[in-house]
């Protein structure tokens, strides 16, 4: 017999994996499929070394965006009890006149 699904994502890199997760969490039906089995090194973004900056020198409007998606992050760990993220310091350097600093 078929299986009905409400949802199918294709490629479950961090948009995928996340759209499939929340799409579960209302409890929709859902089926990922990949290439490979994650976590993997195929993707364009893979691997520990991502962060999550609050300060954006593209523009405010990223702020919002990324003070959610933190929460998003702090939300995860809470619920699956996966140590998947390190909080830690940055330091920007640039010359005197940049505009981002």
Not at 10 to 18: A, L, P
């Amino acid at each position: 017999m078929a299986e009905i699904y409400d949802l199918i994502v294709i490629g479950t890199g961090s948009v995928g994996s996340s759209t499939g997760y929340y799409a579960a969490k209302r409890g929709l039906s859902v089926l990922e499929i990949d290439s490979a089995t994650p976590p993997h090194t195929n993707g364009s973004h893979h691997g520990e070394t991502r962060m999550i900056r609050h300060a954006y020198g593209e523009g405010s409007s990223y702020v919002p965006l990324v003070l959610r998606a933190q929460e998003l992050w702090n939300e995860l760990k809470r619920d699956t009890q996966v140590d998947i993220f390190h909080q830690t310091g940055v330091l920007n350097i640039a010359p005197k006149q940049s505009s981002f600093l």
